[in-house]
Nanobody, 113 residues
Framework: QVQLVESGGGLVQPGGSLRLSCAAS??????MGWYRQAPGKERESVAS???????NYVDSVKGRFTIFRDNAKNTVYLQMNSLKPEDTAVYYC?????????WGQGTQVVVSS
């Protein structure tokens, strides 16, 4: 089993920045990612990163969000800049480990003036 512990959410004004962190209890050799779920909407993939550093982003965050990971610390980050009200959601960390998918508990991000 893998534990994923997220941190870094909060309330921010439009145009502001936040950095989310997700620390894994084990070394993750596969892809790690961030998903989000807004009220009344389905969970969507925001960004993912392989152990080697290849990244993918949903179109709505390209140029604003950056995913990166520190393999020595078993941690993945999501730097979110130029935040918009539509980025408001619960953000979840995700990782594949030994053939299973694991999720963090979620961290709330609210973008509002």
């Amino acid at each position: 089993q893998v534990q994923l512990v997220e941190s870094g959410g909060g309330l921010v004004q439009p145009g502001g920045s936040l950095r989310l962190s997700c620390a894994a209890s084990e070394s993750i050799f596969g892809t790690m990612g961030w998903y989000r779920q807004a009220p009344g909407k389905e969970r969507e993939s925001v960004a993912s990163i392989t152990r080697g550093g290849s990244t993918n982003y949903v179109d709505s965050v390209k140029g604003r969000f950056t995913i990166f990971r520190d393999n020595a610390k078993n941690t993945v980050y999501l730097q979110m800049n130029s935040l918009k009200p539509e980025d408001t959601a619960v953000y979840y960390c995700n990782a594949g480990y030994m053939g299973s998918m694991y999720w963090g508990q979620g961290t709330q991000v609210v973008v509002s003036s």
